[in-house]
């Protein structure tokens, strides 16, 4: 049986780079993703479509449907005494960490936080009413979800924190995920996931006060409905799945690079990607994966998903290794480079979140650091940004003239209006000097 590692490699003087570089990056961009999943995409448009005609009623075929459970608009919200019992029984050392998490998360967030801060007189920040956070969990809870997801929102000001998590068998969302809610103060949970929860999030249902805004990673379902019911509601960004791209040189683990391309591959969908301008270290990091797969629980899937979407791609020099990272515009990108560590990072334009030392691995920010990990995936990270706090506030300009400015202004004004052929508001600039 063939190993999928056999392939994943990609050295520079060896023919069939460029071609075999350029697949890489399809496989990955935005563009390739919508062309080979356009069947999905449609599906997700009918879901979206439905739950809009039928509210509750397709919310509920459809999680019967995918999740193979029958609920009840009324078993739709997680009761106040699940919440509470989960809560209540969670253990005492989970919690302890899930809180110093918390904690982090809350002073980053609040450190950049742009509504608490003098601002000009002609712009004002309100946070957002009422907000949406996706949460995966059917198959693994993810309590850091909620954290990086919701505490942004709390420190913005947002005072209505909606969740929705797909329930897993037995119609239960994870008591951990349960938990975190409750901790933070979010008591309107939904067993209910994919594209009909964010549906039911945008449009509303009898049972589901619609949304402003909707936040949170996810698989293609999730994504290509947020991404479908955009201006009808805000999103933050095309959230999964997720990639990392490690650049290294000679003075890198291989041991610790393969241990960092596994934790994302093991995702399934997920990738890690090694660039590098090190042959040795190429060699060393592929004899690393080969070793440390076998030892994982989903060492079979996670082994097929570096074959499908990882790779170890080796540049004739440094700067091209920068280039291409600023090309690929990954999620994450960590630099592993010695002393050279923080030059490089100076050089990276797009990447979602960046790691720069041997000591900070992709975890580090997916669990404690402060930033959120709810980043932008498919290279958008050319255009969309990390979740922060600012996201959860809008802007109003402000605008006051008094006469005397206006008059000085008004001859300009009405020129402009008049090249527009609005003669309208020339004239209601005009009536204003005639007084």
């Known amino acids: 049986m063939k190993n999928p590692l056999d392939d994943i490699v990609i050295i520079a003087s060896q023919a069939g780079f460029a071609e075999k570089l350029q697949r890489l ?13 356009a069947a999905v995409a449609q599906r997700v448009r009918d879901i979206v479509d439905e739950v809009a005609r039928r509210g509750d009623d397709a919310v509920i075929e459809f ?12 078993q739709l919200r997680i009761r106040p005494d699940e919440l509470a019992a989960a809560h209540r029984d969670i253990d005492s050392t989970l919690m302890a960490s899930l809180r110093k998490a918390i904690e982090n998360v809350r002073a980053y967030q609040s450190a950049v936080f742009i509504g608490n801060r003098n601002v000009p007189a002609g712009i004002r920040y309100t946070p957002l009413k009422r907000v949406g956070l996706c949460i995966p969990g059917a198959s693994a809870p993810l309590p850091s979800t909620v954290i990086m997801t919701a505490v942004p929102a709390i420190v913005a000001g947002v005072k209505q924190i909606v969740v929705v998590s797909p329930p897993r068998r037995h119609g239960t969302i994870h008591p951990v995920i349960l938990a975190v ?3 933070l103060g979010i008591d309107e949970v939904y067993r209910i996931g994919g594209a009909q929860a964010v549906a039911a999030l945008a449009w509303g249902t009898r049972t589901i006060p619609k949304v402003d805004k909707i936040v949170g990673p996810g698989n293609d379902y999730v994504q290509l409905a947020k991404k479908e019911v955009f201006g009808l509601v805000d999103i933050d960004s095309f959230a999964g799945p997720s990639d990392v791209l490690i650049i290294a040189d000679e003075t890198a683990q291989a041991a610790w690079i393969a241990a960092d391309m596994l934790s994302q591959a093991e995702h399934n969908p997920g990738a890690g990607i090694l660039v590098t301008d090190s042959r040795r270290l190429a060699q060393d990091v592929l004899k ?6 076998r030892h994982l629980d989903r060492a079979d899937a996670t082994l097929d998903c570096l ?3 990882s790779a170890v791609v080796v540049f004739e020099d440094m700067r091209k290794v920068i280039d291409f990272a ?3 515009a990954p999620e994450h990108v960590q630099i592993q480079c010695g002393d050279r560590s923080r030059d490089v990072r100076d050089k990276i334009e797009n990447a979602g979140a960046i790691f720069v030392g041997p000591y900070t691995p992709v975890a580090v920010g997916d669990y404690w650091a402060g930033p959120s990990h709810t980043l932008p ?5 050319r255009h969309f940004s990390a979740l922060t706090s600012n996201d959860f506030v809008k802007s109003s300009s402000i605008i006051e003239y008094d006469k005397q400015k206006l008059l000085a202004s008004a001859d300009d004004i009405i020129r402009l209006a008049m090249t527009e052929g609005l003669d309208a508001h020339a004239k209601s600039i005009d009536i204003r000097r005639r007084d």
């Open 25 to 37: 990056m399809d496989i990955h961009s935005m563009s390739g993703f919508l062309r080979n999943r």
């Open 288 to 293: 690393e994966l080969d070793s440390q797969v």
């Open 63 to 74: 999680t019967e449907r995918f999740d193979n459970i029958k609920l009840t608009a009324d």
């Open 326 to 328: 600023n090309d690929f």
């Open 181 to 183: 809610c409750r901790e």
């Open 377 to 381: 995936t498919r290279q958008t990270t």
């Open 307 to 309: 074959g499908e979407f």
